[in-house]
């Protein structure tokens, strides 16, 4: 009965690489999220997402791309994985847009080699 | 700009201890603040939280005060048990967006 799930929870890939994070909510919240958790462990908003519309962009590459194929879902694309990509990627969903009630998925621990 | 601060870990105390983990914070406004929990294995989840001057957050046995005078939110309890071990995360909410601490690892020994 997760409420916020991700999948994969470790990713280990090579340089160049393109890959994907998915996360799914069974909360029924209107608002999805992305945060990265650098290497001084501090977790920064990336996207955020609202029925399926783009809110927040933060100073992301647009090598990062999400996607929203519906309320439930906001997975994570990264194209052409970078060594400095290698973080811990946080999901998280609210029941509507600027919450402050979040809930957090257990992230995705991605190592770029 | 917004930023938090909290002292750096591991935290290692015995059963029974007193816990202090300390949180400071810089913000433009007046932000909510939080502490979240993450145990092994699992995402943060929100232990507490104040959203003005004074307030006193609490769970758990764990407790917080929004003191605006000195920017803090030090999170406290006063007797801790091994299933508190976990790493414990500050954060400030402003302007519709979640500033983080580094988050302090608290170890509890039997």
């Known amino acids: 009965d997760t409420a916020v799930s991700q999948t994969p929870k470790y990713l280990v890939t090579q340089m160049g690489n393109d890959k994907s994070i998915k996360c799914e909510q069974n909360l029924g919240h209107d608002t999805m999220y992305w945060y990265k958790q650098d290497s001084k462990k501090f977790l920064k908003i990336m996207f955020s997402?609202?029925?399926?519309?783009?809110?927040i962009n933060e100073t992301v590459p647009n090598r990062f791309s999400p996607k929203s194929p519906d309320k439930a879902h906001l997975n994570l694309h990264i194209n052409s994985l970078e060594l400095g990509d290698s973080a811990v990627y946080f999901c998280?969903?609210?029941?509507?847009?600027?919450?402050?009630?979040?809930?957090f998925g257990p992230g995705t621990r991605l190592l770029v080699l | 700009g917004n930023s938090v601060t909290q002292m750096e870990g591991p935290v290692t105390l015995s059963e029974e201890a007193f816990l202090t983990i300390n949180c400071t914070y810089t913000a433009t406004g007046y932000p909510s603040l939080f502490w979240y929990v993450q145990y092994p294995g699992e995402g943060l989840q929100l232990l507490l939280k104040a959203t003005k001057a004074d307030d006193k957050g609490s769970n758990k046995g764990f407790e917080a005060t929004y003191r605006k005078e000195t920017t803090s939110f030090h999170l406290e309890k006063g007797s801790v048990q091994v299933s508190d071990s976990a790493v414990y995360f500050c954060a400030i909410y402003n302007f519709n967006k979640f500033y983080f601490g580094s988050g302090t690892k608290l170890n509890v020994k039997p």
């Open positions: 998280a969903s609210s029941q509507r847009e600027a919450s402050e009630t979040q809930y």
């Open positions: 997402y609202n029925n399926k519309e783009l809110i």
